[in-house]
């Protein structure tokens, strides 16, 4: 069993940065393909960023050069560096441990969510 709890969500203005964290429990978390997602509201959910076990990362074009997803396997925490954040970045963000299996990955576990707020 693993836990997923997000932290770091705030306001913060356009242009400012913000860090998230997901700190899981659990002694298998450096396994999982460990993404962060986001839900704006009346949307639906989005990819935001991947990082595998082995480091190998992945973003979605509209945060590629401003977002950084790094884990540190010894913490059993992933993190989310935001720069440059914009209006559209609003969000509750999610962050979700993935196993890939039978040619797709599979969600085994998924964060409480933390809001983030962007203002102009």
């Known amino acids: 069993q693993v836990q997923l709890v997000e932290s770091g969500g705030g306001l913060v203005q356009a242009g400012g940065s913000l860090r998230l964290s997901c700190a899981a429990s659990?002694?298998?978390?450096?396994?999982?393909?460990m993404r962060w997602f986001r839900q704006a509201p009346g949307k639906e959910r989005e990819f935001v960023a991947s990082?595998?076990?082995?480091?190998?990362?992945g973003y979605a074009d509209s945060v590629k050069g401003r977002f950084t997803i790094s884990r540190d396997n010894a913490k059993n925490t992933v993190y989310l560096q935001m720069n440059s954040l914009k209006p559209e970045d609003t969000a509750v963000y999610y962050c979700?441990?993935?196993?890939?299996?039978?040619?797709?990955?599979?969600?085994?576990?998924w964060g409480q969510g933390t809001q983030v707020t962007v203002s102009s």
């Open positions: 979700a441990a993935a196993r890939y299996y039978s040619g797709s990955y599979h969600y085994d576990y």
């Open positions: 659990g002694r298998t978390f450096s396994s999982y393909v």
């Open positions: 990082i595998q076990s082995g480091g190998s990362t």
